[in-house]
């Protein structure tokens, strides 16, 4: 018994800092996460996933917006997975920005009604500012507009970003 009390406030601590986000919690193996995920993103489904220790989606909806792709990223330390990055991305053509303005103002609007906000412009020439929302029991987490050049023709497209972080869980990550 004198164990099993030390381990569970570990356990309840851990969890006060974790952050869920469409269903799994930051630190969760991939195994656990990609059930969950197939089930919110794929319908049910078991996905195939191209890459080892990513998981992703096209076409998602999550925080009541649209969204092209969505990648769930997991460390590894040979043994076990830890989920600590999630970034959803939706592509406009350069010409659309006020829509990918309204759209990033409405995931401000969700999103300040329960994390403190922080406005800050990217350098660079860049004309979208981006927000930082953060609380003291979670980890932060941000949304910008970025301007970019496309790879194909020069043209420029805009990219809204939705990213979700936590802080390593392995020391050493590669």
């Not at 952050?19 to 990609?34: D, F, L, S």
């Not at 991305?89 to 659309?96: A, E, L, V």
């Not at 406005?119 to 979208?128: A, D, F, L, S």
Request: hydrophobic share 35%; charged share 25%.
């Amino acid at each position: 018994m004198k164990k099993i009390i030390p381990l569970l406030l570990l356990l309840f601590s851990l969890n006060l800092h974790a952050q869920k986000v469409a269903g799994v919690w930051m630190g969760a193996t991939y195994e656990t996460c990609k059930v969950v995920l197939d089930n919110r993103f794929n319908g049910g489904e078991q996905s195939f996933q191209l890459i080892a220790n990513e998981i992703s989606y096209r076409n998602v909806t999550f925080a009541n917006q649209k969204f092209d792709s969505v990648t769930f990223y997991f460390q590894s330390d040979g043994e076990r997975t830890y989920l600590y990055r999630i970034i959803f991305h939706r592509y406009f053509p350069k010409d659309f920005s006020k829509e990918a303005m309204y759209i990033r103002d409405e995931l401000k609007d969700l999103y300040e009604e329960n994390y403190d906000t922080y406005e800050w412009w990217i350098p660079e020439g860049n004309p979208y500012k981006c927000y930082m929302f953060y609380n003291d029991n979670t980890d932060s987490f941000y949304c910008d507009i970025i301007l970019f050049p496309s790879s194909w023709e020069g043209k420029k497209e805009i990219i809204l970003t939705l990213l979700y972080e936590h802080t390593n869980y392995i020391e050493d990550d590669i």
